[in-house]
């Protein structure tokens, strides 16, 4: 997907030259990156925006030592509101950004606690409290195997569970900026993506906001359209099941009503004030339309600087994905449950009978363990 020329995210928010802009600004500003997960699990019961669910982007990285010490570095030196977030965190909050580590990083992070909080001019303690809120936003793998492919020359022993975790999951890359990555062929994002990630996490939110209100707002307001036709039409049938010199009687008094100038004006009040409840329905549409186009144009522009930082896509075998979706998943999952979720990933099988092989797979790779309900779980 490629972004207009010379545009930018930010640019995109100057395409608000209409007449609800302000209205925009607020709506915009009001909707946090964080109801992500919550709007896509609504909009997944909306089947008339499930297609766009789809569409989305997520980035999933091994992070690196080095950008967790930035990390906790920022929250112990820099940050000045307790409920600050970078926004790495922000994207990852919004499962925009999946971030994957090998165990190996929680003893690495631990031994060097210490010398993080001497250089932020805070305390072991302080770093220790931080390391255990932002682990929180971390899915731990232990690799299965720390070797390279053959002929690649290991340049750091201590960066092979982060290349293994990658590989064995199925990751984009690993996030760093350490250069022995490239060195070793692993896949790496070594320039900062995190401004593109929030930018797209923000653009997605609101406008899947946006798709949701509109799809209420019409549903409240053609309901309640509706709701007013069965009134007429009842009362229509109760005037055809009248007497007809009674129906006459009826027919010429409202002849008469019309006549009548009081009457009139009655009847025009009657309409105004319709048309007075419509009006906000089709401005809360329009509304929703063209926020719609805004974060559109924003989540264009978002993605394409996002994927020209990704390396090329690696083909993930069914082993890979089961690996990934019972980590994030962290429960016990049925073999269709995993099925239908790597069918939603995009993984397409050949075999014949595909939960025959699914179990075959995770039985061999002595990496899951199966309860008593036949449910896995990555050990």
Same mark, same amino acid.
């Given at each position: 997907m490629e972004s207009p020329k010379n545009l930018t995210v930010k640019d995109a928010g100057t395409l608000e030259g209409s007449p609800l802009g302000g209205m925009q600004a607020r709506l915009a500003s009001a909707i946090r990156s964080d109801w992500l997960p919550m709007l896509q699990e609504i909009s997944s019961q909306i089947p008339e925006l499930a297609p766009f669910l789809s569409e989305y982007l997520q980035v999933r990285v091994v992070i690196d030592a080095n950008v967790v010490h930035k990390e906790l570095q920022w929250r112990l030196q820099s940050r000045r509101k307790a409920d600050a977030r970078t926004?790495?965190?922000? /994207?990852?909050?919004?499962?925009?950004?999946? %971030?994957?580590?090998?165990?190996?990083?929680?003893?690495?992070?631990?031994?060097?606690?210490?010398?993080?909080?001497?250089?932020?001019?805070?305390?072991?303690? /302080?770093?220790?409290?931080?390391?255990?809120?932002?682990?929180s936003r971390l899915h731990f793998y232990t690799p299965r195997s720390l070797s390279l492919g053959h002929g690649i020359a290991v340049v750091d022993p201590d960066d092979l569970p982060y290349i293994a975790a990658c590989h064995e999951l199925g990751a984009h890359a690993v996030y760093s900026r350490d250069k022995h990555f490239k060195q070793m062929k692993a896949p790496v994002i070594s320039v900062a993506i995190d401004a593109s990630l929030q930018s797209y996490s923000r653009a997605t939110t609101v406008r899947l906001a946006a798709m949701v209100g509109s799809t209420f707002t019409i549903t409240v307001g053609t309901n309640a359209i509706e709701a007013a036709g069965r009134k007429i039409g009842k009362a229509f049938q109760f005037f055809r099941r009248l007497h007809p010199l009674l129906q006459i009687a009826i027919l010429a008094g409202l002849v008469l009503a019309f006549t009548n100038r009081n009457l009139r004006k009655k009847f025009a009040e009657f309409f105004r004030l319709l048309a007075k409840f419509a009006r906000p329905v089709f401005e809360a549409v329009l509304l929703m339309a063209e926020q719609f186009q805004i974060e559109s144009m924003k989540i264009q522009i978002a993605e394409s600087e996002i994927r020209a930082l990704l390396p090329r896509a690696r083909k993930r075998s069914a082993l890979t994905?089961?690996?990934?979706?019972?980590? %994030?998943?962290?429960k016990p999952m049925s073999c269709a449950e995993i099925e239908t979720q790597?069918? /939603?990933?995009?993984?397409?099988?050949?075999?014949?009978?595909?939960?025959?092989?699914?179990?075959?797979?995770?039985?061999?790779?002595?990496?899951?363990?199966?309860?008593?309900h036949g449910r896995w779980s990555l050990i």
């Amino acid at each position: 997907m490629e972004s207009p020329k010379n545009l930018t995210v930010k640019d995109a928010g100057t395409l608000e030259g209409s007449p609800l802009g302000g209205m925009q600004a607020r709506l915009a500003s009001a909707i946090r990156s964080d109801w992500l997960p919550m709007l896509q699990e609504i909009s997944s019961q909306i089947p008339e925006l499930a297609p766009f669910l789809s569409e989305y982007l997520q980035v999933r990285v091994v992070i690196d030592a080095n950008v967790v010490h930035k990390e906790l570095q920022w929250r112990l030196q820099s940050r000045r509101k307790a409920d600050a977030r970078t926004r790495l965190e922000e /994207a990852a909050i919004a499962q925009v950004l999946i %971030l994957f580590a090998p165990t190996h990083l929680d003893s690495e992070i631990q031994e060097h606690l210490a010398e993080i909080a001497a250089r932020s001019g805070s305390t072991v303690e /302080a770093a220790e409290a931080e390391w255990k809120q932002f682990r929180s936003r971390l899915h731990f793998y232990t690799p299965r195997s720390l070797s390279l492919g053959h002929g690649i020359a290991v340049v750091d022993p201590d960066d092979l569970p982060y290349i293994a975790a990658c590989h064995e999951l199925g990751a984009h890359a690993v996030y760093s900026r350490d250069k022995h990555f490239k060195q070793m062929k692993a896949p790496v994002i070594s320039v900062a993506i995190d401004a593109s990630l929030q930018s797209y996490s923000r653009a997605t939110t609101v406008r899947l906001a946006a798709m949701v209100g509109s799809t209420f707002t019409i549903t409240v307001g053609t309901n309640a359209i509706e709701a007013a036709g069965r009134k007429i039409g009842k009362a229509f049938q109760f005037f055809r099941r009248l007497h007809p010199l009674l129906q006459i009687a009826i027919l010429a008094g409202l002849v008469l009503a019309f006549t009548n100038r009081n009457l009139r004006k009655k009847f025009a009040e009657f309409f105004r004030l319709l048309a007075k409840f419509a009006r906000p329905v089709f401005e809360a549409v329009l509304l929703m339309a063209e926020q719609f186009q805004i974060e559109s144009m924003k989540i264009q522009i978002a993605e394409s600087e996002i994927r020209a930082l990704l390396p090329r896509a690696r083909k993930r075998s069914a082993l890979t994905h089961a690996r990934a979706i019972c980590l %994030l998943r962290r429960k016990p999952m049925s073999c269709a449950e995993i099925e239908t979720q790597m069918k /939603a990933e995009g993984y397409v099988s050949s075999a014949r009978d595909f939960p025959a092989y699914l179990t075959r797979i995770l039985r061999e790779s002595a990496q899951f363990n199966e309860d008593a309900h036949g449910r896995w779980s990555l050990i």
